[in-house]
């Protein structure tokens, strides 16, 4: 068994990994994957193992092979050193000090039931020490874990909960200061950037925070007696603490307290909460619905505003869509994604507008792990965050630029990258050729790229999708190439690179691998997961060539993980594992310096500029600006260096549609072009009430900008919603229209029609009147009163008048529905079947020419059958009726909106397919003779299937045989005697509908089987005999011979059965009897399962 190497955020600035080695002595029952800043409680792994008081040895480290394939000069060999640890803990935690500023690594070797060992290394990883803490002068500490400080990279806490004391070392491990706490510190965590420590005792559900690194503490108790801290979280701009309090009346719900590093008073924040999270300037909090009990409801607090119910689409298809559960799945960029999970199968991912408070759609059918949210009971926000179990993974260096993955309707998943923001979603192109060079046909969309990630790590172990802020423009990832993919590609997956942020990949290396970065991307590395090898392999330009570095003298090493300092500046990395040949196990770290690999600095013309919309069709700019990054030239062998500062360069570009999005309440139409209203939202249109004079308010043209697009200028007016001032008296202007519609309703016209608006208002002098409809998107000022619109398209269209005098402006606005004309072109009637079967259902759809509804807006079908054989009670646009005659019949579909009327019609033949005396004969104990009758329909049967059954079982019929249908009869000889049996014949119609007779019931004859006569001796002479016996008339009897062997001379007695099948003899042959043996024979006759014994004869 391997164990992955969980990497964690690049913001905390150090790496922070537990690798587990299990051997194949050992048995994991346990694994649990820590936070970033948490401590190892004594839970997280359970081993057993089988050879405790076996010695550890790494005997198998001997001499070291350094080999590169042929096409590898000299000068591309790194320094590789491969050291032993001497550590046999099936557990270690890592910890890479610092951020080239320090050469120090910490490793910590832990056990449940064992003394931990803590080996630090000042040398950058080439030699390690062993570094002993004392509880006391006779008591050795056992370390289960350490934190690492977040600001000060010199600062570890070491943590022992077995004997309740903490070590603090403020000089990257050189000298520790021990301080015994009295409470179980079962989760400790500093502030992200204060000296400021909060523990929790899970045990006692208390609190308690240091603001001396652990000297003191003070505990919860003294503002909340008597409760429960079920979590804590620190405000990371602030002293202040955020108290998770579960309700003593409902221990489901809990109270939000905020708090400073004193805890001397708390104020609450918000209460009745399932769930509480906090991710850069947003505060999420989850509580039940206050109407519906399958439902929750999102809060979100955006820079530390009140509280607000985040609003998502209401319905989809129809259907009403609960919210279950939330993933908060980024908030990096000034906007929320965030999935929702609706029910079984149905997750979306949905983006916000700034303050994370109206959501609309951007993917939808994403993958969101059932099993994760069942663990967690559905609501458990802050648990599901870590268990990240939504595919979704952010494009590190570049703005906007995210890859998910997406469920198809076949169930498999499908690959999808944005570079807008989720604007537009799109396959990922699969590479011309495979990792040997051979040419790949791989186009969408019958292919394409499919990468792992975090579903894939959890299920199968897979590395997911790798990327840093250092390096942008470089992607590794594992992948398969394919139409989707699905859980038996697991095994398939190869390494995939790309160097222009996913637009554009390369396969690799074949196989599963771990890999990593390091000087800023000028160097990847990868060595196989899961499996055996004694090798390395590494990429000096981008991932083009691959060089292999053998290290180990056999191929018994397995790696279980791979990091570098972080900030991917150095040029080291390490790998660790082990021997797996070797028992019991014990930890090895490879440490790669790759600093003599590139013999020089780069000089200013090693580097060029590269923009990542250089590989993007119709990306000119992403989000308003088109960037520029300093890469190194990838043919250049030179360093770039700890120290190296990459120059970016912006430019600001004009706005087009690519920069916005829709706004909340529309929906893009079928062409992915424009945004139009959708149904899916509860939105209130036009002046907002209360509306005071003198306030302003906007109405949207359906589109908002991408939060943190730079664009300016442009089509920008085309896009941005319309301001307009309150009334100043209410009902002082009154927009009228010529169709007379009441005021508040909307306007339902057709398209092409033309209507007059009319503005009445009680203002006489000194006035302009400004018409705006959003059908041209234009605003005309004018003196006059009246203006007529001609709509040309569908949809949901606004007319503004605005009357503006020199004090103030007054505005009234109608609604109206463009509806287009049914038309008879493309308006058909569909059968799932043309030739349905007699009494069975048939599905007829009524297809209009498009598929977006509001284009008709509310379509009625009323259906009819023309000899009335069906009954039809339905005004839907799918009808499922069934016939009780045959033959020709035409069903019709008039479809009516507001506007018009058309029909169609569609002729099913309704056939019968029934054969009449069905019969099943018995002819003996295990025969029965099944015959029928032709068919009326004979040309649409396509086979014959008879089922049966026992009667008296509870199973279903099982098929016996599959026929032609020229056949009449069957005989079959396979049936148990005297048993009950049920028949019935299947006429199959296309391999889909199937017709079926009347059961059939019959009892098979008793079987009676008699015993074998006249046994006797036919020959016999010194070294053989022959038995034989008369046949017995059953039929299909079969015989066998048992004969004991009772020698004088021996007290045991051998016997021996033979099978002899159908004959009725038996000879044995020996070489010479002993003198008197003694033989007993006995003759068996059995049909299968019966037998029946003979009398005992006997020979002497």
Not at 625 to 631: C, I, K, N
Not at 892 to 919: G, H, P, W, Y
Request: aromatic share 12%; with cysteine; charged share 20%.
């Amino acid at each position: 068994l391997y164990l992955k190497c969980n990497r964690y955020r690049p913001r905390k600035m150090f790496l922070y990994i537990v690798l587990c080695a299990l051997c194949y002595e050992a048995n994991c029952e346990f694994i649990q994957t820590l936070r970033d800043s948490d401590v190892l409680s004594p839970n997280v792994l359970r081993v057993r193992h089988a050879h405790e008081d076996e010695p550890s040895s790494s005997d198998n480290i001997r001499e070291l092979r350094s080999i590169t394939e042929s096409n590898a000069s000299t000068s591309t060999i790194p320094n590789v050193e491969v050291i032993d640890l001497h550590d046999g803990h099936y557990q270690i935690q890592l910890d890479w000090s610092g951020k080239g500023d320090s050469d120090t690594m910490v490793i910590l070797g832990s056990q449940p039931g064992m003394n931990s060992t803590l080996h630090v290394s000042h040398d950058y990883g080439l030699t390690f020490k062993t570094v002993t803490l004392n509880v006391s002068d006779n008591q050795t500490a056992r370390i289960d874990g350490f934190i690492k400080g977040p600001v000060t990279y010199q600062l570890y806490v070491m943590v022992d909960l077995t004997h309740r004391a903490l070590f603090v070392s403020t000089d990257d491990c050189n000298t520790f200061q021990k301080h015994v706490v009295q409470f179980v510190p079962s989760y400790i965590s500093f502030h992200p950037t204060l000296e400021m420590m909060m523990a929790l005792d899970s045990n006692s559900g208390i609190l308690y925070t240091s603001a001396n690194l652990g000297a003191t503490w003070i505990p919860s108790t003294t503002i909340f007696p008597g409760q429960r801290i079920k979590d804590a979280i620190w405000n990371p701009t602030s002293s202040l603490i955020y108290l998770i309090v579960r309700q003593l009346n409902d221990t489901r719900l809990s109270d939000v307290y905020e708090t400073d590093i004193n805890l001397s008073t708390a104020q609450l924040l918000i209460s009745g909460t399932l769930e509480f999270l906090i991710s850069d300037d947003y505060m999420f909090a989850v509580k039940d619905h206050p109407s519906n009990s399958e439902s929750l409801v999102l809060m979100v607090s955006y820079k530390q505003g009140s509280f607000r119910i985040a609003r998502f689409p209401h319905s989809s298809e129809g259907q009403i869509l609960t919210e279950k559960s939330y993933y908060i799945a980024d908030t990096s960029e000034q906007q929320v994604f965030v999935a929702v999970y609706h029910r079984q199968n149905l997750s979306n991912l949905y983006i916000s507008e700034e303050e994370g408070i109206s959501y609309s759609l951007s993917l939808d059918n994403v993958l969101f792990d059932d099993a994760a949210i069942s663990h967690n009971n559905y609501y458990n926000l802050r648990a599901l965050q870590s268990y990240k179990v939504i595919d979704f993974h952010k494009v590190q260096g570049l703005k906007g630029a995210y890859i998910a993955s997406q469920i198809n309707t076949a169930n498999e998943l499908e690959s999808f990258i944005t570079f807008d923001k989720g604007g537009v979603w799109q396959h990922l192109v699969a590479p011309s050729r495979s990792a040997d060079g051979k040419l790949h046909i791989c186009e969408w969309p019958d292919c394409s790229l499919h990468l792992a990630s975090q579903f894939s790590l959890s299920k199968y172990y897979v590395e997911p999708i790798y990327t840093r802020d250092t390096t942008p423009g470089i992607v590794m990832a594992s992948g398969y190439l394919g139409a989707s993919m699905t859980q038996s590609y697991s095994n398939n997956y190869n390494l995939y690179v790309s160097n222009t942020s996913g637009a554009t990949w390369r396969e690799a290396i074949a196989g599963k691998h771990y890999y990593q970065f390091a000087d800023f991307g000028s160097i990847l590395t990868a060595i196989r997961q899961f499996t055996a090898t004694n090798y390395f392999e590494y990429s000096l330009d981008e991932g083009a060539r691959w060089h292999r570095y053998y290290f180990y003298n056999s191929t018994n090493f397995v790696a279980y993980g791979m990091l570098t300092e972080p900030g991917e500046a150095t040029t080291v990395i390490g790998i660790y594992g082990g021997d797996f040949s070797v028992s019991p196990h014990n930890w090895i770290m490879i440490r790669i310096d790759f600093s003599e690999v590139l013999p020089r600095e780069c000089a200013k013309s090693d580097y060029y500029q590269w923009s990542p919309s250089e590989n993007l069709i119709d990306h000119e700019c992403i989000l308003g600006e088109r960037e520029t990054f300093e890469r190194k030239i990838a043919s250049h062998l030179c360093l770039n260096g700890g120290e190296y500062e990459r120059e970016v360069n912006r430019s600001i570009c004009p706005c087009t549609r690519e920069d916005y999005e829709c706004d909340f309440g529309f929906e893009e139409d079928d062409g992915n072009v424009e945004c139009i209203p959708s149904d899916q939202y509860d939105v209130q249109w036009g002046i907002p009430y209360p509306c005071p004079t003198g306030d302003s308010y906007t109405i949207s043209v359906g589109y908002r900008r991408i939060i943190g697009d730079k664009c300016v200028g442009g089509e920008e007016n085309d896009f941005i919603p319309r301001n307009y001032t309150c009334p100043v008296v209410k009902d002082s202007v009154q927009l009228q229209n010529s169709r007379n519609n009441s005021r508040g309703e909307p306007i339902i016209i057709g398209v092409g029609e033309s209507i007059q608006f009319t503005a009445s208002t009680i203002y006489k002098n000194g006035i302009m009147f400004l018409w705006y409809s959003s059908s041209t998107n234009r605003t005309i000022s004018t003196t006059d009163s009246s203006k007529t619109y001609t709509f040309n398209k569908a949809g949901m269209f606004f007319v503004t008048v605005s009357i503006v005098s020199n004090v103030s402006s007054i505005v009234d606005f109608n609604a109206i529905k463009v509806y287009d004309h049914l038309t008879s072109e493309n308006y058909v009637l569909q059968a799932n079947n043309a030739n349905p079967l007699i009494g069975k259902q048939v599905t007829i759809t009524a297809f209009l020419p498009a598929r977006n509804e509001f284009i008709y807006g509310d379509v009625t079908f009323d259906w009819s059958v023309d000899d009335g054989s069906a009954r039809v009670d339905s005004h839907l646009q799918v009808l499922t009726i069934s016939f009780t005659t045959t033959g020709r019949h035409l069903v019709s579909a008039l479809a009516r909106n507001s506007l018009s009327t058309i029909s169609a019609s569609t002729a099913v033949e309704v056939i019968d397919v029934r054969s009449e005396q069905f019969k099943v004969q018995v002819l003996g104990t295990s025969s029965v003779r099944i015959s029928w009758t032709q068919a009326p329909a004979l040309e649409y049967v396509t086979s014959y299937q008879i089922y049966y059954r026992v009667t008296n079982s509870d199973g279903p019929f099982r098929l016996m045989v599959d026929l032609f249908p020229s056949i009449r009869s069957y005989l079959t000889t396979t049936l148990e005697a005297d048993t009950q049996y049920q028949f019935q014949l299947m006429a199959t119609v296309n391999s889909r509908a199937q017709a079926a007779s009347d059961i059939v019931n019959i009892t098979t004859e008793p079987l009676v089987l008699n015993s074998p006569q006249n046994v006797r001796i036919a020959n016999s002479t010194i070294n053989s005999y022959t038995i034989t016996w008369d046949p017995v008339n059953t039929p299909y009897v079969f015989y066998q011979v048992l004969v004991y062997s009772m020698n004088q001379y021996f007290d045991d007695v051998m016997a021996a059965l033979v099978d002899v099948g159908t004959s009725t003899n038996y000879t044995q042959l020996r070489i010479s009897f002993i003198p008197n043996d003694l033989f007993v024979f006995q003759v068996f006759t059995y049909l299968l399962y019966m037998y029946i014994r003979t009398k005992v004869q006997t020979c002497k």
